[in-house]
């Protein structure tokens, strides 16, 4: 069993940043394909990027593409989102989601996911 913690939202401007991280206990993370998920009132949950097993691989979303960043570090157990250039679309509950076995891509449906994070909220204003 995997617990997944995220931290890092908030409010935040238009044009601004943040940084959400995600730590994971257990000692199989390194093993595991992590991505972020979001989503915003009155609509599903939709994939925003992922992270293969080793790092080496990413993907983005079209609406995120060029503005935000996935990384991770298997030595501290945390995946992150670096979020830049911030529009008030991006306004959601980010989640953090993790998939077994040594996967190059986690998948973009809500069925593909094995662990979830409780989900942190983030708000762009206008």
């Known amino acids: 069993q995997v617990q997944l913690v995220e931290s890092g939202g908030g409010l935040v401007q238009a044009g601004g940043s943040l940084r959400l991280s995600c730590a994971a206990s257990g000692r199989t993370f390194s093993s595991y394909a992590m991505g972020w998920f979001r989503q915003a009132p009155g609509k599903e949950r939709e994939f925003v990027t992922d992270?293969?097993?080793?790092?080496?691989?990413?993907y983005y979303a079209d609406s995120v593409k060029g503005r935000f960043t996935i990384s991770r570090d298997n030595a501290k157990n945390t995946v992150y989102l670096q979020m830049n250039s911030l529009k008030p679309e991006d306004t959601a509950v980010y989640y953090c989601?993790?998939?077994?076995?040594?996967?190059?891509?986690?998948?973009?449906?809500?069925?593909?996911?094995?662990?979830w994070g409780q989900g942190t909220q983030v708000t762009v204003s206008s």
């Open positions: 992270i293969s097993w080793s790092g080496g691989s990413t």
């Open positions: 989601a993790a998939r077994r076995g040594l996967r190059v891509r986690i998948g973009e449906q809500i069925g593909d996911i094995d662990y």
